[in-house]
T-cell receptor, first 110, second 111 residues
């Protein structure tokens, strides 16, 4: 069973700061997802990665398959980025869902 | 496109009652999933389906049942509700293994 660990669990930063959230997993994967969850809200997919790097606006996600590690970066952070960021992985080729980390609770103060 | 629609958004059940959480997607996705999210824990898979007529257990299936009679619908049934089933429930769908789409969640309290 894949174990997914995220760090930090909680992060408070000032508006404009560069943010990094880390995710490590224990077993080889077919894909890794970064998800965003606002308080009381649903879950939105930000990225799906199987290698390399992806960028969308101020968000950048990278993955190192050999080291079993991924990072989510937020540049020029803004209070509206405050949310829980969740890392999740597909292990193997089956369709039996995702294995999730516990999430990183991010607060960006103005 | 509505995406993934879950109903209800909130529900309070008494111990021993039953209910069905509804989930509908309009993206013609073959894969659908039910997860539960408990405070301080990662989401856990309850049941999943790879197509109409096919369902399988996930990590925490006890106390739940599902059916998949159509591609669009994947209801989750709680029989004999227990306090341990107090949680937030999310339905998701995808063209595996692409991006997953999640519903808005159902916050269930069993008292």
């Amino acid at each position: 069973k894949n174990e997914v660990e995220q760090s930090p669990q909680n992060l408070t930063a000032q508006e404009g700061e560069f943010i990094t959230i880390n995710c490590s997993y224990s077993v080889g994967i077919s894909a890794l997802h970064w998800l965003q969850q606002h308080p009381g809200g649903g879950i939105v997919s930000l990225f799906m990665l199987s290698s390399g790097k992806k960028k969308h606006g101020r968000l950048i996600a990278t993955i190192n398959i050999q080291e079993k590690h991924s990072s989510l970066h937020i540049t020029a952070s803004h209070p509206r980025d405050s949310a829980v960021y969740i890392c999740a992985v597909h292990s193997g080729g089956g369709a039996d869902g995702l294995t999730f980390g516990k999430g990183t609770h991010l607060i960006i103060q103005p | 496109n509505a995406g993934v629609t879950q109903t209800p958004k909130f529900r309070i059940l008494k111990i021993g009652q039953s209910m069905t959480l509804q989930c509908t997607q309009d993206m013609n996705h073959n894969y659908m999933y039910w997860y539960r999210q408990d405070p301080g824990m990662g989401l856990k898979l309850i049941y999943y389906s790879v197509g109409a007529g096919i369902t399988d257990k996930g990590e925490v299936p006890n106390g739940y049942n599902v059916s998949r009679s159509t591609t669009e619908d994947f209801p989750l049934r709680l029989e004999l509700a227990a306090p341990s089933q107090t949680s937030v429930y999310f339905c998701a769908s995808s063209y595996f293994p692409t991006e997953a789409f999640f519903g808005q969640g159902t916050r269930l309290t069993v008292v």
